[in-house]
T-cell receptor
Framework: GQQVMQIPQYQHVQEGEDFTTYCNSS?????IQWYKQRPGGHPVFLIQ???SGEVKKQKRLTFQFGEAKKNSSLHITATQTTDVGTYFC???????????WGAGTKLIIKP | GAVVSQHPSWVICKSGTSVKIECRSL??????MFWYRQFPKQSLMLMAT?????????EQGVEKDKFLINHASLTLSTLTVTSAHPEDSSFYIC?????????????FGPGTRLTVL
């Protein structure tokens, strides 16, 4: 069945270092969405990418959608403590607005 | 963005009892809501899709007689965990899509942490 794979599972960084998470779908996606879940919280929508090769930026966050619309990445420049949380990618199923979720990448800032 | 509320935020119950969780879209109408469960340090697992005025669609492996879903109005869906057991302890989250919004993103409720003793 349709799968969305996300790596790495965890990433430990020093504050100020960069962070990247990668997402790969088994099928071509019409769009891909990214969510952030803070510890103890619920997922919050960050962005949606629709076009092949699309790149979008939100301050220090850069989102990319691959040319084949099967992979995506989120890159955070110069991480801050407020960036801590788990970042999920999600792609739509064919109908009913259901989403297939990646496993998430947890960003951990080293003390 | 659209707001989704969920009640209760946490509940502790005895094994064998039933627990009802409510999910409400506060400022938009949601013909479709989704119920997820999330185990610690794991991703979201879609349990079922709740459709207003019709039966819910359950994911493979989710017992529909155990997890009863009712979507009685455009702003309310309920999930009832029947005859709860300790293995049902989890974080249950609902989400809804605002079909009138710019994207087809999902807006999540704050979640309900269920502990079954």
């Amino acid at each position: 069945g349709q799968q969305v794979m996300q790596i790495p599972q965890y990433q430990h960084v020093q504050e100020g270092e960069d962070f990247t998470t990668y997402c790969n779908s088994s099928t071509t996606l019409s769009n891909i969405q990214w969510y952030k879940q803070r510890p103890g919280g619920h997922p919050v929508f960050l962005i949606q990418l629709v076009k092949s090769g699309e790149v979008k930026k939100q301050k220090r966050l850069t989102f990319q959608f691959g040319e084949a619309k099967k992979n995506s990445s989120l890159h955070i420049t110069a991480t801050q403590t407020t960036d801590v949380g788990t970042y999920f990618c999600a792609g739509p199923r064919d109908s009913n607005y259901q989403l297939i979720w990646g496993a998430g990448t947890k960003l951990i800032i080293k003390p | 963005g659209a707001v989704v509320s969920q009640h209760p935020s946490w509940v502790i119950c005895k094994s064998g009892t039933s627990v009802k969780i409510e999910c409400r879209s506060l400022d938009f109408q949601a013909t479709t809501m989704f119920w997820y469960r999330q185990f610690p340090k794991q991703s979201l697992m879609l349990m079922a899709t709740s459709n207003e005025g019709s039966k819910a669609t359950y994911e493979q492996g989710v017992e529909k007689d155990k997890f009863l879903i009712n979507h009685a109005s455009l702003t309310l869906s309920t999930l009832t965990v029947t005859s709860a057991h300790p293995e049902d302890s989890s974080f249950y989250i609902c989400s809804a899509g605002d079909l009138g919004g710019s994207y087809n993103e999902q807006f999540f409720g704050p979640g309900t942490r269920l502990t079954v003793l």
